[in-house]
Protein backbone atom coordinates (compact mmCIF):
# COMPACT_ATOMS: atom_id res chain seq x y z
CA UNK A 1 0.00 0.00 0.00
CA UNK A 2 2.73 2.60 1.18
CA UNK A 3 4.31 1.77 -2.31
CA UNK A 4 1.30 2.12 -4.60
CA UNK A 5 0.65 5.63 -2.36
CA UNK A 6 4.67 6.89 -3.26
CA UNK A 7 3.98 5.75 -7.03
CA UNK A 8 0.53 8.18 -7.12
CA UNK A 9 2.18 10.99 -4.86
CA UNK A 10 5.20 10.98 -7.26
CA UNK A 11 3.01 11.23 -10.27
CA UNK A 12 0.96 14.02 -9.44
CA UNK A 13 4.01 15.80 -7.84
CA UNK A 14 5.48 15.49 -10.79
CA UNK A 15 2.92 17.13 -12.90
CA UNK A 16 2.39 19.38 -10.21
CA UNK A 17 6.03 20.53 -10.91
CA UNK A 18 5.08 20.59 -14.71
CA UNK A 19 2.26 22.35 -14.99
CA UNK A 20 2.87 24.75 -11.45
CA UNK A 21 -1.30 25.06 -11.10
CA UNK A 22 -1.73 24.34 -7.54
CA UNK A 23 0.95 25.88 -4.91
CA UNK A 24 2.10 28.76 -6.89
CA UNK A 25 -2.22 29.88 -7.43
CA UNK A 26 -2.23 29.07 -3.36
CA UNK A 27 0.91 31.22 -2.95
CA UNK A 28 0.09 34.22 -5.26
CA UNK A 29 -3.41 34.15 -3.62
CA UNK A 30 -2.18 34.49 -0.09
CA UNK A 31 0.35 37.19 -0.61
CA UNK A 32 -2.53 38.94 -2.40
CA UNK A 33 -5.12 39.09 0.78
CA UNK A 34 -2.33 40.57 2.64
CA UNK A 35 -2.61 43.18 0.52
CA UNK A 36 -5.89 43.19 0.55
CA UNK A 37 -6.19 43.07 4.38
CA UNK A 38 -3.87 45.76 4.36
CA UNK A 39 -6.23 48.22 2.65
CA UNK A 40 -9.51 46.65 3.91
CA UNK A 41 -7.85 46.94 8.24
CA UNK A 42 -5.87 50.10 7.07
CA UNK A 43 -3.16 48.87 9.34
CA UNK A 44 0.40 49.19 8.70
CA UNK A 45 1.33 46.66 11.35
CA UNK A 46 -0.83 43.58 13.17
CA UNK A 47 -0.38 41.90 15.97
CA UNK A 48 -1.68 38.81 18.61
CA UNK A 49 -4.57 37.71 17.84
CA UNK A 50 -5.86 39.88 14.92
CA UNK A 51 -2.38 38.76 13.11
CA UNK A 52 -2.82 35.28 13.70
CA UNK A 53 -6.48 35.57 12.77
CA UNK A 54 -5.41 36.94 9.67
CA UNK A 55 -2.66 34.43 8.88
CA UNK A 56 -4.62 31.56 9.28
CA UNK A 57 -7.86 32.57 7.79
CA UNK A 58 -5.55 33.01 5.32
CA UNK A 59 -3.75 30.30 5.16
CA UNK A 60 -7.33 28.25 5.13
CA UNK A 61 -8.60 29.95 2.19
CA UNK A 62 -5.53 29.32 0.09
CA UNK A 63 -5.81 25.92 1.42
CA UNK A 64 -8.75 25.83 0.15
CA UNK A 65 -7.77 26.25 -4.16
CA UNK A 66 -5.09 23.50 -3.32
CA UNK A 67 -8.24 21.16 -2.04
CA UNK A 68 -10.09 21.73 -5.35
CA UNK A 69 -7.91 21.36 -7.18
CA UNK A 70 -6.21 17.98 -5.84
CA UNK A 71 -8.47 15.55 -8.08
CA UNK A 72 -8.70 17.84 -10.78
CA UNK A 73 -6.06 16.23 -13.11
CA UNK A 74 -8.16 12.59 -12.41
CA UNK A 75 -11.47 14.62 -13.12
CA UNK A 76 -10.24 16.38 -16.43
CA UNK A 77 -8.13 12.97 -17.89
CA UNK A 78 -10.40 10.25 -16.91
CA UNK A 79 -7.33 9.26 -14.50
CA UNK A 80 -9.59 7.59 -11.71
CA UNK A 81 -10.93 4.79 -14.06
CA UNK A 82 -7.39 3.66 -14.23
CA UNK A 83 -6.63 3.79 -10.43
CA UNK A 84 -9.70 1.97 -9.80
CA UNK A 85 -9.33 -0.63 -12.27
CA UNK A 86 -6.10 -1.67 -10.63
CA UNK A 87 -6.23 -4.06 -7.64
CA UNK A 88 -4.97 -0.76 -5.21
CA UNK A 89 -6.41 0.03 -2.14
CA UNK A 90 -7.87 3.11 -2.35
CA UNK A 91 -6.57 4.49 0.88
CA UNK A 92 -3.49 4.48 -0.96
CA UNK A 93 -5.32 7.03 -2.89
CA UNK A 94 -6.19 9.25 -0.07
CA UNK A 95 -2.39 8.91 1.60
CA UNK A 96 -1.12 10.20 -1.94
CA UNK A 97 -3.49 12.93 -2.06
CA UNK A 98 -3.14 13.93 1.52
CA UNK A 99 1.11 13.53 1.60
CA UNK A 100 1.21 15.91 -2.02
CA UNK A 101 -1.61 18.33 -0.08
CA UNK A 102 0.93 18.37 2.72
CA UNK A 103 3.68 19.43 0.77
CA UNK A 104 1.69 22.21 -1.27
CA UNK A 105 0.83 23.81 2.12
CA UNK A 106 4.81 23.48 3.55
CA UNK A 107 5.80 24.86 0.37
CA UNK A 108 3.13 27.56 0.51
CA UNK A 109 3.64 28.66 3.96
CA UNK A 110 7.99 28.87 3.21
CA UNK A 111 7.02 31.70 1.36
CA UNK A 112 3.41 32.76 3.04
CA UNK A 113 4.77 33.44 6.40
CA UNK A 114 7.74 35.60 5.78
CA UNK A 115 5.60 37.58 3.40
CA UNK A 116 3.25 37.84 6.28
CA UNK A 117 5.87 39.14 8.59
CA UNK A 118 7.14 41.66 5.93
CA UNK A 119 4.17 42.93 5.02
CA UNK A 120 1.85 42.69 8.03
CA UNK A 121 3.68 41.83 11.31
CA UNK A 122 4.44 44.03 13.57
CA UNK A 123 6.61 42.14 16.33
CA UNK A 124 9.74 40.16 15.05
CA UNK A 125 8.87 36.65 13.42
CA UNK A 126 12.34 35.24 14.57
CA UNK A 127 11.65 34.73 18.15
CA UNK A 128 7.85 33.58 17.07
CA UNK A 129 9.50 30.34 14.87
CA UNK A 130 10.71 27.76 17.28
CA UNK A 131 6.86 27.13 18.01
CA UNK A 132 4.95 28.45 15.40
CA UNK A 133 6.82 26.11 13.08
CA UNK A 134 5.38 22.62 14.65
CA UNK A 135 1.95 24.44 14.72
CA UNK A 136 2.02 25.11 11.35
CA UNK A 137 3.46 21.55 10.51
CA UNK A 138 0.52 19.89 13.04
CA UNK A 139 -2.36 22.22 11.31
CA UNK A 140 -0.90 20.88 7.77
CA UNK A 141 -1.78 17.30 8.61
CA UNK A 142 -5.28 18.35 9.96
CA UNK A 143 -5.72 20.64 6.80
CA UNK A 144 -4.43 18.03 4.20
CA UNK A 145 -6.28 14.40 5.97
CA UNK A 146 -9.20 16.62 6.28
CA UNK A 147 -9.14 18.18 2.69
CA UNK A 148 -8.43 14.85 0.75
CA UNK A 149 -11.30 13.46 2.27
CA UNK A 150 -13.00 16.28 0.76
CA UNK A 151 -11.71 16.63 -2.25
CA UNK A 152 -12.83 13.03 -3.11
CA UNK A 153 -16.47 13.49 -1.47
CA UNK A 154 -16.60 16.83 -4.02
CA UNK A 155 -14.75 15.18 -7.01
CA UNK A 156 -18.06 13.35 -7.96
CA UNK A 157 -20.40 15.95 -7.76
CA UNK A 158 -22.15 18.27 -10.48
CA UNK A 159 -19.81 21.65 -9.00
CA UNK A 160 -16.70 20.78 -7.08
CA UNK A 161 -15.72 23.83 -7.06
CA UNK A 162 -18.52 24.85 -4.81
CA UNK A 163 -19.03 22.12 -2.38
CA UNK A 164 -15.25 22.08 -1.82
CA UNK A 165 -14.87 25.24 0.57
CA UNK A 166 -18.63 25.34 1.57
CA UNK A 167 -17.73 21.38 2.74
CA UNK A 168 -14.42 22.62 4.09
CA UNK A 169 -14.48 25.75 5.64
CA UNK A 170 -16.54 24.45 8.78
CA UNK A 171 -15.03 21.35 8.91
CA UNK A 172 -11.58 22.84 9.83
CA UNK A 173 -13.39 25.79 12.53
CA UNK A 174 -11.81 23.37 15.21
CA UNK A 175 -8.69 23.37 13.30
CA UNK A 176 -8.87 27.48 13.01
CA UNK A 177 -10.03 27.68 16.33
CA UNK A 178 -6.63 25.81 17.96
CA UNK A 179 -3.72 26.94 15.82
CA UNK A 180 -4.95 30.51 15.48
CA UNK A 181 -5.09 30.48 19.61
CA UNK A 182 -1.66 28.88 20.03
CA UNK A 183 -0.47 31.56 17.25
CA UNK A 184 -1.81 34.40 19.09
CA UNK A 185 0.45 34.51 21.78
CA UNK A 186 3.41 34.37 19.64
CA UNK A 187 2.58 37.16 17.37
CA UNK A 188 2.75 39.45 20.65
CA UNK A 189 5.71 41.30 21.81
CA UNK A 190 5.88 39.53 24.90
CA UNK A 191 5.77 36.22 23.36
CA UNK A 192 4.60 34.45 26.94
CA UNK A 193 3.28 30.88 24.65
CA UNK A 194 0.61 30.16 27.58
CA UNK A 195 -1.60 27.43 27.04
CA UNK A 196 0.33 26.09 24.01
CA UNK A 197 -0.27 22.86 25.42
CA UNK A 198 -3.79 22.86 25.45
CA UNK A 199 -4.24 24.25 21.88
CA UNK A 200 -1.61 21.67 20.50
CA UNK A 201 -3.56 18.77 22.60
CA UNK A 202 -6.79 19.30 20.65
CA UNK A 203 -4.90 20.42 17.38
CA UNK A 204 -3.47 16.44 17.68
CA UNK A 205 -6.65 15.39 18.44
CA UNK A 206 -8.47 16.95 15.65
CA UNK A 207 -5.80 15.38 13.53
CA UNK A 208 -5.54 11.82 14.94
CA UNK A 209 -9.81 11.69 14.36
CA UNK A 210 -9.63 12.76 10.79
CA UNK A 211 -7.12 10.82 10.01
CA UNK A 212 -8.28 7.83 11.60
CA UNK A 213 -12.01 8.66 9.68
CA UNK A 214 -10.79 9.35 6.73
CA UNK A 215 -8.89 6.26 6.36
CA UNK A 216 -11.64 4.03 7.27
CA UNK A 217 -14.37 5.64 4.98
CA UNK A 218 -12.07 6.42 1.69
CA UNK A 219 -12.62 2.82 0.27
CA UNK A 220 -16.34 3.40 -0.58
CA UNK A 221 -15.60 6.42 -2.09
CA UNK A 222 -14.42 6.47 -6.31
CA UNK A 223 -16.13 3.48 -6.15
CA UNK A 224 -16.87 2.76 -9.31
CA UNK B 1 -42.08 -1.60 8.96
CA UNK B 2 -40.99 2.03 9.48
CA UNK B 3 -44.30 2.52 11.57
CA UNK B 4 -43.75 0.12 13.81
CA UNK B 5 -44.43 1.22 17.53
CA UNK B 6 -45.50 4.21 16.17
CA UNK B 7 -48.92 4.93 17.91
CA UNK B 8 -47.34 4.58 20.93
CA UNK B 9 -44.59 6.39 20.49
CA UNK B 10 -46.67 9.42 19.54
CA UNK B 11 -49.30 9.08 22.85
CA UNK B 12 -45.73 9.10 25.00
CA UNK B 13 -44.81 12.10 22.80
CA UNK B 14 -48.14 13.97 23.78
CA UNK B 15 -48.09 12.64 27.35
CA UNK B 16 -44.31 13.91 27.83
CA UNK B 17 -45.09 17.69 26.17
CA UNK B 18 -47.38 18.29 27.97
CA UNK B 19 -46.35 17.44 31.07
CA UNK B 20 -42.91 19.47 30.65
CA UNK B 21 -44.83 22.64 29.55
CA UNK B 22 -46.57 22.63 32.95
CA UNK B 23 -43.87 21.69 34.70
CA UNK B 24 -41.90 24.59 33.01
CA UNK B 25 -45.00 27.38 33.64
CA UNK B 26 -46.34 25.58 36.62
CA UNK B 27 -43.39 24.52 38.76
CA UNK B 28 -39.87 25.35 38.34
CA UNK B 29 -39.24 28.70 39.48
CA UNK B 30 -37.78 31.90 38.44
CA UNK B 31 -34.15 32.10 37.72
CA UNK B 32 -32.64 34.93 39.84
CA UNK B 33 -30.59 36.62 37.26
CA UNK B 34 -32.62 36.44 34.14
CA UNK B 35 -36.42 36.00 35.48
CA UNK B 36 -39.04 34.99 33.58
CA UNK B 37 -37.11 35.02 30.21
CA UNK B 38 -34.81 32.08 31.60
CA UNK B 39 -38.05 29.58 30.49
CA UNK B 40 -36.78 29.76 27.34
CA UNK B 41 -33.83 28.11 28.04
CA UNK B 42 -36.55 25.14 28.61
CA UNK B 43 -37.23 24.31 24.99
CA UNK B 44 -34.26 26.16 23.19
CA UNK B 45 -31.88 23.78 24.92
CA UNK B 46 -33.33 20.84 24.73
CA UNK B 47 -33.87 21.20 20.92
CA UNK B 48 -29.80 21.97 20.40
CA UNK B 49 -29.28 18.85 22.37
CA UNK B 50 -31.59 16.52 19.83
CA UNK B 51 -30.48 17.85 16.83
CA UNK B 52 -27.02 17.44 18.06
CA UNK B 53 -27.73 13.92 19.02
CA UNK B 54 -29.74 13.17 15.72
CA UNK B 55 -26.32 14.37 13.78
CA UNK B 56 -24.62 12.37 15.66
CA UNK B 57 -27.21 9.31 15.19
CA UNK B 58 -27.43 10.08 11.13
CA UNK B 59 -23.34 9.17 11.33
CA UNK B 60 -24.48 6.03 12.94
CA UNK B 61 -26.70 4.89 10.34
CA UNK B 62 -24.38 5.68 8.23
CA UNK B 63 -21.33 3.55 9.26
CA UNK B 64 -24.36 0.70 9.53
CA UNK B 65 -24.84 1.71 5.27
CA UNK B 66 -21.74 1.57 4.73
CA UNK B 67 -20.77 -1.52 6.08
CA UNK B 68 -23.61 -3.70 5.22
CA UNK B 69 -24.63 -2.07 1.81
CA UNK B 70 -28.66 -2.09 2.88
CA UNK B 71 -30.02 1.73 1.59
CA UNK B 72 -32.55 1.80 4.15
CA UNK B 73 -29.80 2.65 6.99
CA UNK B 74 -29.19 5.79 4.16
CA UNK B 75 -32.79 6.86 4.46
CA UNK B 76 -32.83 6.39 8.35
CA UNK B 77 -29.49 8.27 8.53
CA UNK B 78 -30.78 11.10 5.81
CA UNK B 79 -34.13 11.32 7.44
CA UNK B 80 -32.21 12.16 10.74
CA UNK B 81 -30.18 14.66 9.46
CA UNK B 82 -33.04 16.57 7.58
CA UNK B 83 -34.72 16.11 10.72
CA UNK B 84 -32.04 17.64 12.89
CA UNK B 85 -32.24 20.39 10.59
CA UNK B 86 -35.17 21.21 11.00
CA UNK B 87 -34.89 21.29 14.72
CA UNK B 88 -31.66 23.43 14.20
CA UNK B 89 -33.52 26.32 12.42
CA UNK B 90 -35.59 26.62 15.68
CA UNK B 91 -32.41 26.20 17.54
CA UNK B 92 -30.79 29.38 16.14
CA UNK B 93 -34.14 30.62 15.93
CA UNK B 94 -35.00 30.87 19.81
CA UNK B 95 -31.64 31.05 20.64
CA UNK B 96 -31.61 34.65 19.19
CA UNK B 97 -34.65 35.20 20.69
CA UNK B 98 -33.44 34.44 24.02
CA UNK B 99 -29.88 36.32 23.04
CA UNK B 100 -32.29 39.49 22.84
CA UNK B 101 -33.99 39.06 26.06
CA UNK B 102 -31.76 38.29 27.79
CA UNK B 103 -28.44 39.94 26.89
CA UNK B 104 -30.10 43.17 24.32
CA UNK B 105 -28.43 41.66 20.98
CA UNK B 106 -30.05 39.47 18.25
CA UNK B 107 -26.65 37.18 18.20
CA UNK B 108 -23.97 37.00 20.67
CA UNK B 109 -20.74 35.01 20.23
CA UNK B 110 -19.94 34.15 23.53
CA UNK B 111 -22.52 31.81 24.41
CA UNK B 112 -20.31 28.34 23.08
CA UNK B 113 -23.48 26.27 22.34
CA UNK B 114 -24.91 28.73 20.26
CA UNK B 115 -21.90 29.86 18.03
CA UNK B 116 -20.49 25.76 17.96
CA UNK B 117 -24.11 25.11 16.72
CA UNK B 118 -24.00 27.66 14.38
CA UNK B 119 -20.64 25.93 12.55
CA UNK B 120 -22.34 22.58 12.81
CA UNK B 121 -25.38 23.53 11.00
CA UNK B 122 -23.36 25.48 8.37
CA UNK B 123 -21.89 22.12 8.01
CA UNK B 124 -24.84 19.98 7.62
CA UNK B 125 -27.29 22.79 5.14
CA UNK B 126 -24.29 21.22 2.40
CA UNK B 127 -25.23 17.85 3.03
CA UNK B 128 -28.35 18.56 0.81
CA UNK B 129 -26.35 20.47 -2.65
CA UNK B 130 -24.05 17.20 -1.96
CA UNK B 131 -26.99 14.47 -1.82
CA UNK B 132 -28.64 15.94 -4.57
CA UNK B 133 -25.85 16.62 -7.30
CA UNK B 134 -25.14 12.93 -7.52
CA UNK B 135 -27.46 11.55 -9.19
CA UNK B 136 -26.49 7.36 -9.00
CA UNK B 137 -28.54 6.23 -6.37
CA UNK B 138 -25.90 4.14 -4.56
CA UNK B 139 -23.50 6.49 -5.05
CA UNK B 140 -25.37 9.16 -3.38
CA UNK B 141 -26.13 6.33 -0.08
CA UNK B 142 -22.76 5.78 -0.23
CA UNK B 143 -21.08 9.44 -0.30
CA UNK B 144 -23.91 10.79 1.86
CA UNK B 145 -22.85 8.34 4.46
CA UNK B 146 -19.45 9.28 4.19
CA UNK B 147 -20.53 12.78 4.55
CA UNK B 148 -22.61 11.88 7.64
CA UNK B 149 -19.73 9.68 9.50
CA UNK B 150 -17.14 12.72 9.02
CA UNK B 151 -19.72 15.31 9.97
CA UNK B 152 -20.73 12.98 12.94
CA UNK B 153 -17.50 12.89 14.50
CA UNK B 154 -16.98 16.77 14.24
CA UNK B 155 -19.79 17.65 16.16
CA UNK B 156 -17.95 16.64 19.59
CA UNK B 157 -14.59 17.79 18.70
CA UNK B 158 -16.25 21.52 17.34
CA UNK B 159 -18.08 21.97 20.57
CA UNK B 160 -14.66 20.98 22.56
CA UNK B 161 -13.02 23.63 20.54
CA UNK B 162 -15.67 26.39 20.71
CA UNK B 163 -16.05 26.20 24.14
CA UNK B 164 -12.47 25.96 25.34
CA UNK B 165 -12.17 29.29 23.06
CA UNK B 166 -14.83 31.00 24.45
CA UNK B 167 -13.23 29.92 27.96
CA UNK B 168 -10.56 32.13 27.59
CA UNK B 169 -11.89 34.84 25.70
CA UNK B 170 -15.31 35.50 27.45
CA UNK B 171 -14.86 33.53 30.93
CA UNK B 172 -18.48 33.51 31.82
CA UNK B 173 -19.98 31.78 34.74
CA UNK B 174 -22.39 29.41 32.65
CA UNK B 175 -25.13 29.83 35.23
CA UNK B 176 -28.06 27.97 33.30
CA UNK B 177 -26.34 25.60 30.83
CA UNK B 178 -25.63 23.18 33.16
CA UNK B 179 -23.45 24.72 35.99
CA UNK B 180 -25.30 24.52 39.27
CA UNK B 181 -29.22 24.13 38.66
CA UNK B 182 -31.72 24.16 41.24
CA UNK B 183 -33.25 20.64 41.74
CA UNK B 184 -36.28 21.30 40.54
CA UNK B 185 -34.80 23.39 37.63
CA UNK B 186 -32.85 20.03 36.95
CA UNK B 187 -35.55 17.50 36.58
CA UNK B 188 -38.32 19.88 34.69
CA UNK B 189 -34.96 20.22 32.41
CA UNK B 190 -34.34 16.92 31.98
CA UNK B 191 -38.30 15.79 31.13
CA UNK B 192 -37.93 18.52 28.48
CA UNK B 193 -34.99 17.09 26.88
CA UNK B 194 -37.17 13.60 27.11
CA UNK B 195 -39.65 15.05 25.61
CA UNK B 196 -37.99 16.77 22.64
CA UNK B 197 -36.32 13.72 22.52
CA UNK B 198 -39.76 11.75 21.73
CA UNK B 199 -40.88 14.34 19.71
CA UNK B 200 -37.83 13.85 17.04
CA UNK B 201 -38.16 10.13 17.09
CA UNK B 202 -41.98 10.25 16.51
CA UNK B 203 -41.22 12.83 13.56
CA UNK B 204 -38.70 11.13 12.26
CA UNK B 205 -40.43 7.86 11.73
CA UNK B 206 -43.50 9.71 10.37
CA UNK B 207 -41.16 11.09 7.79
CA UNK B 208 -39.67 7.15 6.75
CA UNK B 209 -42.69 6.01 7.03
CA UNK B 210 -43.94 8.46 4.77
CA UNK B 211 -40.86 8.67 2.25
CA UNK B 212 -41.18 4.72 2.47
CA UNK B 213 -44.92 4.79 1.29
CA UNK B 214 -43.82 7.14 -1.64
CA UNK B 215 -41.33 4.80 -2.98
CA UNK B 216 -43.41 1.58 -2.95
CA UNK B 217 -46.20 3.33 -4.90
CA UNK B 218 -44.15 4.57 -7.11
CA UNK B 219 -42.82 0.62 -7.97
CA UNK B 220 -46.41 -0.36 -7.22
CA UNK B 221 -46.77 2.39 -10.25
CA UNK B 222 -44.22 1.34 -12.16
CA UNK B 223 -45.39 -2.19 -12.33
CA UNK B 224 -48.90 -1.74 -13.24
CA UNK B 225 -48.05 0.74 -15.71
CA UNK B 226 -46.01 -1.92 -17.43
CA UNK B 227 -48.20 -4.84 -17.11
CA UNK B 228 -51.44 -2.45 -18.49
CA UNK B 229 -48.76 -1.37 -21.27
CA UNK C 1 -28.67 43.32 31.73
CA UNK C 2 -31.04 43.65 34.99
CA UNK C 3 -34.37 41.18 34.24
CA UNK C 4 -36.86 42.43 31.85
CA UNK C 5 -39.92 43.08 33.78
CA UNK C 6 -42.69 40.13 33.34
CA UNK C 7 -45.05 41.61 30.55
CA UNK C 8 -42.28 42.32 28.19
CA UNK C 9 -40.18 38.98 29.40
CA UNK C 10 -43.61 37.55 28.09
CA UNK C 11 -43.40 38.41 24.89
CA UNK C 12 -40.34 36.66 24.05
CA UNK C 13 -41.29 33.57 26.20
CA UNK C 14 -44.00 33.05 24.15
CA UNK C 15 -42.23 34.32 20.64
CA UNK C 16 -39.80 31.43 21.42
CA UNK C 17 -42.76 28.74 22.25
CA UNK C 18 -44.96 29.89 19.50
CA UNK C 19 -41.86 29.23 17.40
CA UNK C 20 -41.11 25.52 18.17
CA UNK C 21 -45.22 24.78 18.37
CA UNK C 22 -45.48 26.33 14.91
CA UNK C 23 -42.76 24.13 13.61
CA UNK C 24 -44.67 21.27 14.95
CA UNK C 25 -47.75 22.37 13.16
CA UNK C 26 -46.03 22.53 10.31
CA UNK C 27 -44.49 19.65 9.75
CA UNK C 28 -48.08 17.76 10.51
CA UNK C 29 -49.60 20.16 7.21
CA UNK C 30 -46.94 18.70 5.80
CA UNK C 31 -47.09 15.26 6.79
CA UNK C 32 -50.73 15.38 5.91
CA UNK C 33 -49.98 16.51 2.33
CA UNK C 34 -47.82 13.58 1.32
CA UNK C 35 -51.02 11.12 3.06
CA UNK C 36 -52.89 12.90 1.34
CA UNK C 37 -51.03 12.45 -2.06
CA UNK C 38 -50.29 8.67 -1.03
CA UNK C 39 -53.72 8.23 -0.75
CA UNK C 40 -54.28 9.86 -3.99
CA UNK C 41 -52.04 7.94 -5.50
CA UNK C 42 -53.05 4.71 -4.09
CA UNK C 43 -56.97 5.12 -5.56
CA UNK C 44 -55.46 5.68 -8.76
CA UNK C 45 -53.40 2.85 -8.90
CA UNK C 46 -56.18 0.37 -7.61
CA UNK C 47 -57.80 1.83 -10.69
CA UNK C 48 -55.32 0.71 -12.97
CA UNK C 49 -55.11 -2.40 -11.69
CA UNK C 50 -58.59 -3.27 -11.75
CA UNK C 51 -58.38 -1.94 -15.69
CA UNK C 52 -55.69 -4.37 -15.88
CA UNK C 53 -58.16 -6.89 -13.96
CA UNK C 54 -61.00 -6.84 -16.67
CA UNK C 55 -59.05 -7.18 -19.63
CA UNK C 56 -56.28 -9.72 -19.24
CA UNK C 57 -53.23 -9.29 -21.22
CA UNK C 58 -53.67 -10.72 -24.92
CA UNK C 59 -50.26 -12.42 -25.21
CA UNK C 60 -50.27 -14.05 -21.54
CA UNK C 61 -46.22 -13.53 -21.65
CA UNK C 62 -45.45 -12.47 -18.42
CA UNK C 63 -43.50 -8.84 -17.74
CA UNK C 64 -39.64 -9.58 -18.00
Redesign the interface.
Given at each position: MIRTARTILRKDLAIELRTKESVPAMTLFTVTVFVLFHFGLDRDALEGDLASGVLWVTLLLAAVIGVSRLFAVEREQGGIDGLLLAPVDRTALWLAKATALFLYLVVLELVAVPAFALFLLGPDLLPALPVLIPILLVANIGLAA?GA?VSA??A????PG??VP??LL??V??LL??AA?ATEPLLRGDQAAD?LG??LG?LS??DV??VL??V??FD??L?? | MYSKGLKPLSIATVVLMGASLALVFFYAPNDADQGFVQKIFYVHVPLAIVALGGFVAGGIFAIQN?RTGDRSWDARSYVAIHMSIIFGVVVLITGSIWARAAWGHWWVWDEPVLVSFL??F??Y??YY??RF??E?PD?QA??S???A???G??VP??F???R??EA?THPRVLSQTGGSMPGDMRMTFFVCIAAVALLFITMWKLELTAKNASMQLKRLRRRLEAEAA | MPALPLDEAGKYVAGAYVVFFTLIVLYMAIIGAKIARIDGELSELNELAEKGERQPEPDGEPVA
Open positions: ILLAETRALILLPLVPISSDRWLLYVFIAAVFLDD | LVVLLCVPLSIDRRYSVFIAAAFINAAVMAF | -
